[in-house]
């Protein structure tokens, strides 16, 4: 019986050690200085173009063209900034929004878009080009 | 802050007065004051987002009317709380407070100085995984938060949140965060960050608190120490508490459904029952996984009160429960028929079947759960494992507890299972969808188990007034 209860005071000492070690770990990384918060970055980038905005309604939003997980984060913190505006990942509609933060200029074909204003940082308002 | 508090502070006031007037009869409500304050913030939140998306339905925008009509509510559940203890108090009800022994076990002392200095590094971590990233993660920014703006913003546009025009996905999920957010934001006139990170840090010491204090009343205090201990010593826990995630809540109210129907194994209070069904409810109103929770429940309910205590037993039981739960039910059936959408894990049965004959991803998934069970949380040593020796070690009280505790095992079980067949069912990729979100689902679930461990493990101190000593004397 005595060793019974060795043995669970043992062995909720092991888990509380554990824990504490666990615990101690949380308090070294506490200490490690922290990195911009890229995703407010991002999403702050898009206070200028919200004005020139309509306050509601559907607005297409092209970012980097592949389908990958950038485009998708990009296209989801976009949506964040922007809402209650309801963004559409397609450019068949106007005005566009073109939000390409790697490069100054978009990387669209000229011949079907224009730029309407460029607002820096990546951030382009767009409109379809119909040659006339 | 203080345009943000008044709405905190009605949250909890509403939570605090549903847990008082449904609190057992027998039991007097200062001893257990955290047990009580941490349930209502769940059920404050739960409440006031369920008046909320009632107020969106029938007026549009909520204002200082709706403010108002909280308010109105908190006045009048408070003085029916006030008089239902007054009347208990002079009918004798409830037993004199007892006199706590003059001193506390040794083994109590190093439980709470180990949990206090866990606290201390769970806050400071918790606050870090704050400031690394105010809007949270990708679900409170791509899901939960970003229905809030639409609510919130939209005025009497809120529906464009399931608008079928844009990109927006998971228009089908559940709506008590964003709600919540969005009402928040209503009283404070702006979209302030602060407001879901206010929420997600009172989920996050709810659930601690909740488990701390179901465990130190239904067992003892070192096994309440001990449990929340190994929470907060979870640093993943945090994260998805700081990222703003619906898990936490959810996790929440699966761990208050277990806790109470714990209490109702010890009081026998229908009111116990119907806060139980109260916050089973809520789970099915913060995620749709709440629903698998909702069918467990009520399968593993049926199942053992039926067998062991007979059809009427369970009817008597299963009426309060249902009461509890009906708010919540009619909101999500409305909000499922009025605005409805596709699961993207099912788009159809047949896709489903055709994904559970193929054996390879059965093989995937199985191999996944394996490794989270080793590796969960993150620790230095695999905790799941080294808990599963401390409870063959300590020794399980299997007969002692009644059959309440053991609907929750089973129900604990069954979550797992059905989580399980959802992973080998889905359509989506499957590698991906692992990774993304393995680990939540089971930290939806850790809570929980810690729970139902340090509650059936034989605690390191004698049981004084709990669920064992109740079943032993019955």
């Known amino acids: 019986m005595k060793l019974r209860s060795s043995l669970r005071i043992a062995a909720a000492l092991c888990v509380l050690g554990v824990s504490l070690v666990s615990g101690f770990e949380l308090f070294k990384l506490v200490r490690n200085p922290l990195a911009p918060d890229q995703d407010a970055l991002y999403i702050a980038r898009f206070d200028g173009i919200k004005k020139a905005l309509p306050t509601r309604g559907v607005v297409c939003y092209v970012t980097t063209s592949d389908d990958s997980f950038a485009a998708k984060k990009n296209y989801f913190l976009a949506q964040y900034a922007l809402a209650p505006l309801v963004l559409r990942t397609a450019a068949d509609c106007d005005p566009l929004i073109g939000d390409f933060p790697a490069s100054s200029i978009p990387p669209l074909d000229s011949r079907r878009f224009v730029v309407l204003r460029n607002f820096g940082n990546g951030l382009t308002l767009l409109g379809r080009n119909t040659g006339r | 802050v203080i345009k943000i508090l008044p709405s905190i502070l009605l949250a909890l006031g509403l939570g605090s007065a549903v847990a008082g007037l449904f609190w057992p009869r027998k039991r007097r409500l200062l001893p257990d004051l955290l047990f009580v304050l941490s349930l209502s913030v769940g059920l404050g939140f739960g409440i006031t987002s369920l008046?909320?998306?009632?107020?969106?339905?029938?007026?549009?925008?909520?204002?200082?009317?709706?403010?108002?009509?909280?308010?109105?509510?908190?006045?009048?559940?408070?003085?029916?709380?006030?008089?239902?203890?007054?009347?208990?108090?002079?009918?004798?009800?409830?037993?004199?407070?007892?006199?706590?022994?003059?001193?506390?076990?040794?083994?109590?002392?190093?439980?709470?100085?180990?949990?206090?200095?866990?606290?201390?590094?769970?806050?400071?971590?918790?606050?870090?995984?704050?400031?690394?990233?105010?809007?949270?993660?990708?679900?409170?920014?791509?899901?939960?938060?970003?229905?809030?703006?639409?609510?919130?913003?939209?005025?009497?546009?809120?529906?464009?949140?399931?608008?079928?025009?844009?990109?927006?996905?998971?228009?089908?999920?559940?709506?008590?965060?964003?709600?919540?957010?969005?009402?928040?934001?209503?009283?404070?006139?702006?979209?302030?960050?602060?407001?879901?990170?206010?929420?997600?840090?009172?989920?996050?010491?709810?659930?601690?608190?909740?488990?701390?204090?179901?465990?130190?009343?239904?067992?003892?205090?070192?096994?309440?120490?001990?449990?929340?201990?190994?929470?907060?010593?979870?640093?993943?826990?945090?994260?998805?508490?700081?990222?703003?995630?619906?898990?936490?809540?959810?996790?929440?109210?699966?761990?208050s459904t277990l806790a109470l129907l714990c209490l109702y194994e010890q009081t026998r209070d229908p009111g116990v029952m119907a806060l139980a069904g109260a916050t089973a409810g809520l789970a099915i109103w913060t995620k749709n996984e709440g629903l698998l929770f909702l069918a467990g429940l009520l399968l593993a309910h049926c199942l053992i009160t039926v067998r062991k205590g007979g059809v009427q037993a369970y009817l008597r039981q299963l009426l309060p429960l249902a009461l509890g739960l009906a708010p919540a039910l009619l909101a999500l059936a409305y909000f499922k028929i009025h605005f409805p959408s596709s699961n993207d894990l099912f788009p159809s049965l047949a896709i489903a079947l055709k994904m559970l004959g193929r054996i390879s991803r059965w093989r995937v998934v199985a191999k996944a759960f394996?490794?989270?069970?080793?590796?969960?949380?993150?620790?230095?040593?695999?905790?799941?494992?080294?808990?599963?020796?401390?409870?063959?070690?300590?020794?399980?009280?299997?007969?002692?507890?009644?059959?309440?505790?053991?609907?929750?095992?089973?129900?604990?079980?069954?979550?797992?299972?059905?989580?399980?067949?959802?992973?080998?069912?889905?359509?989506?990729?499957?590698?991906?969808?692992?990774?993304?979100?393995?680990?939540?689902?089971?930290?939806?679930?850790?809570?929980?188990?810690?729970?139902?461990?340090?509650?059936?493990?034989?605690?390191?101190?004698?049981?004084?007034?709990?669920?064992?000593?109740?079943?032993?004397?019955?």
């Not at chain 2, 949140?161 to 009402?183: K, M």
């Not at chain 2, 409870?391 to 009644?402: E, N, R, S, T």
């Open chain 2, 51 to 255: 008046l909320f998306f009632l107020w969106l339905l029938m007026f549009g925008p909520a204002g200082t009317a709706f403010a108002l009509c909280e308010f109105g509510l908190l006045i009048a559940l408070s003085v029916l709380v006030v008089l239902k203890r007054r009347r208990l108090q002079a009918d004798s009800v409830m037993p004199a407070p007892l006199r706590s022994p003059a001193r506390r076990p040794l083994v109590q002392w190093i439980t709470g100085v180990v949990f206090f200095l866990t606290l201390l590094a769970a806050g400071g971590g918790f606050l870090w995984f704050v400031r690394a990233a105010r809007y949270g993660g990708w679900d409170a920014w791509g899901i939960w938060n970003l229905r809030a703006k639409f609510l919130f913003l939209g005025g009497p546009f809120w529906q464009d949140a399931f608008s079928t025009q844009g990109s927006l996905s998971h228009r089908d999920y559940p709506l008590l965060i964003p709600t919540s957010v969005a009402r928040l934001w209503s009283y404070a006139g702006a979209d302030v960050s602060l407001a879901p990170i206010l929420i997600g840090a009172l989920f996050t010491a709810a659930t601690a608190g909740l488990l701390l204090s179901s465990l130190s009343t239904l067992r003892t205090k070192s096994q309440g120490f001990m449990a929340t201990t190994v929470l907060l010593a979870n640093s993943y826990f945090l994260v998805l508490g700081a990222a703003q995630y619906a898990d936490l809540p959810l996790g929440f109210f699966f761990l």
């Open chain 2, 370 to 474: 394996a490794h989270q069970l080793l590796h969960f949380s993150g620790w230095s040593v695999p905790v799941i494992p080294l808990l599963a020796i401390y409870a063959a070690v300590a020794g399980i009280q299997w007969k002692q507890l009644g059959n309440l505790p053991k609907v929750c095992l089973l129900l604990l079980l069954w979550m797992m299972a059905g989580y399980f067949l959802v992973y080998v069912a889905t359509p989506l990729p499957l590698d991906w969808l692992l990774q993304t979100s393995l680990s939540r689902l089971l930290t939806q679930l850790w809570p929980s188990a810690l729970f139902l461990i340090f509650l059936f493990t034989h605690p390191l101190e004698p049981d004084s007034d709990s669920v064992v000593a109740n079943s032993v004397s019955r």
